[in-house]
């Protein structure tokens, strides 16, 4: 794999941020973008912008063509079984939100109970905190060991035959934590219960087979992966997203219309009410043959390298405290001591090197790490051993200038 090939694709990266070439490790917040994803949603809107599936004029085919050519191709992706399996939305969040509103509200009952874990993105866990309270079922949490991960023990333990619904993240935005989802999803089915996953953090980085997980729900976004904001999947079993009620109600998603009462057009359709965000899935569709180009496992092992060279680099610093596992995903959360990370990622900045600092939608995990806040370095295709050592030397000069001023 040929990175700085492969960074030349990214046109963002080509710049300079407060007199320094820009570093960006931020991309488990949000990937830069490839020139052929830009490309691909100008052209779009260029040459064919229109709407899609009910026109007959050619703009509205070839715009119908470009829309459910970008299913098809997250299918493949994602090795569904059907083009019915998958739903385009505005992202992993809504993606959640649609299961926990149409399947958790119709399928929950009081004493019934909703299994998750606390490294939950507060989007895997409000909705379902909101479900519990409309259905009276109860939220339990599957309990952390000591480095960020679960084990299978405590999985079997928590989840009981009165688990209805299972729900965890592929890979915590915070830990690196790589879960066990086929294990987990076993298990929760031999109890009868459905298995959703959070995979905002694994998709982009990973060869994601949804039989081969056996999940019964999958969600991610578009913009972590390369494509555009505001686009994202839900994959769904077939004989689920059949029995389930959409959400949203209008254009797009019926069939018929009477004075009292409606049908809904079949799968994936009946999910996608309004005119769906053809742009963005387009450009989903561009991303996902870029990265298909470069090959799944071979980005998978390049961030992994990087995460291991930068836990190497910055376990030589005194000072600095790094959250999660040995084995992990392509980021790095830390803290340098009695620096607040807010301030931390100041001064990295001022040397060109964007890191994210804060609770990252994740403050159950915050308390459970006893800190208020952190700052995350997470790496992605574009990412080299050099931009790894800008930033442990950046990490330096922050701990020396704030040693100085106290």
Same mark, same amino acid.
């Given at each position: 794999m040929?990175?700085?090939? =492969?960074?030349?694709?990214?046109? =963002?990266? @080509?710049?300079?941020v407060n007199g320094h070439p820009l570093v960006y490790l931020d991309s488990a917040a949000t990937s830069q973008k490839p020139q052929v994803v830009i490309d691909a949603v100008e052209q779009y809107y260029r040459e064919y912008n229109s709407n899609v599936h009910r026109g007959v004029h050619t703009l509205g085919t070839k715009a119908t063509d470009g829309y459910e050519g970008a299913r098809d191709k997250v299918?493949?992706?994602?090795?569904?079984?059907?083009?019915?399996? $998958?739903?385009?939305?505005?992202? &992993?969040?809504? %993606?959640?939100?649609?299961?926990? %509103?149409?399947?958790?509200?119709?399928?929950?009952?009081?004493? *019934?109970?909703?299994?998750?874990?606390p490294m939950e993105h507060h989007s895997n866990i409000i909705p379902w905190q909101q479900t519990a309270k409309a259905t009276g079922a109860t939220l339990k949490y599957i309990p952390l060991q000591a480095d960020g991960t679960i084990t299978l023990d405590d999985v079997k333990a928590t989840i009981t035959?009165? &688990?209805?619904?299972?729900?965890?993240?592929?890979?915590?935005? $915070?830990?690196?934590?790589?879960?066990?989802?086929? !294990?987990?999803? !076993?298990?929760?089915?031999?109890?009868?219960?459905?298995?959703?996953?959070?995979?905002?953090?694994? &998709?982009?980085?990973?060869?994601?087979?949804?039989?081969? /997980?056996?999940?019964?729900?999958?969600?991610?976004?578009? @913009?972590?992966?390369?494509?555009?904001?505001?686009?994202?999947? +839900?994959?769904?079993?077939? @004989?689920?997203?059949?029995?389930?009620?959409?959400?949203?109600?209008?254009?797009?998603?019926? *069939?018929?219309?009477?004075?009292y009462d409606s049908t809904w057009k079949e799968l994936p359709w009946k999910f996608e009410g309004? &005119?769906?965000?053809?742009?963005? #899935?387009?450009?989903?569709?561009? #991303?996902? *043959?870029? +990265?298909?180009?470069?090959?799944?496992?071979?980005?998978?092992? @390049? !961030?992994?390298? /990087?995460?291991?060279?930068?836990?190497?680099?910055?376990?030589?610093? !005194?000072?600095?405290?790094?959250?999660?596992?040995?084995?992990?995903?392509?980021?790095?959360?830390?803290n340098l001591d009695d620096v607040h990370p807010h301030d931390v990622a100041t001064v990295l900045d001022a040397e060109g090197i964007a890191v994210r600092a804060g609770h990252h939608c994740a403050q159950p995990l915050m308390k459970w790490l006893d800190v208020s806040a952190t700052a995350r370095a997470s790496f992605y295709v574009y990412n080299t051993k050099e931009d790894v050592d800008a930033f442990v030397a950046g990490l330096q000069k922050t701990k020396e200038f704030f040693s100085n001023v106290f």
């Open positions: 040929d990175v700085n090939k =492969i960074r030349q694709s990214f046109p =963002i990266l @080509h710049q300079e299918r493949r992706f994602i090795n569904a079984k059907s083009t019915q399996e $998958v739903i385009f939305t505005r992202g &992993t969040t809504t %993606s959640i939100n649609t299961v926990a %509103s149409s399947y958790g509200k119709a399928n929950l009952q009081e004493g *019934d109970e909703i299994v998750i874990t035959n009165k &688990t209805k619904i299972v729900a965890m993240m592929h890979v915590s935005n $915070v830990l690196g934590t790589i879960n066990p989802i086929k !294990e987990v999803a !076993e298990i929760a089915h031999e109890h009868g219960a459905v298995m959703l996953v959070d995979g905002a953090q694994s &998709t982009p980085h990973m060869r994601i087979d949804v039989q081969y /997980l056996d999940c019964d729900f999958f969600a991610f976004s578009g @913009h972590k992966m390369g494509g555009p904001t505001g686009i994202g999947v +839900l994959y769904g079993k077939k @004989h689920l997203l059949e029995a389930m009620e959409p959400v949203e109600f209008g254009g797009e998603m019926i *069939d018929f219309v009477n004075l309004g &005119t769906p965000i053809i742009a963005g #899935a387009i450009g989903l569709g561009a #991303a996902i *043959d870029f +990265l298909e180009e470069i090959g799944l496992e071979a980005i998978e092992a @390049h !961030e992994q390298q /990087l995460a291991q060279y930068a836990l190497e680099r910055l376990g030589s610093m !005194e000072g600095v405290t790094v959250y999660g596992p040995e084995e992990r995903a392509g980021l790095v959360t830390f």
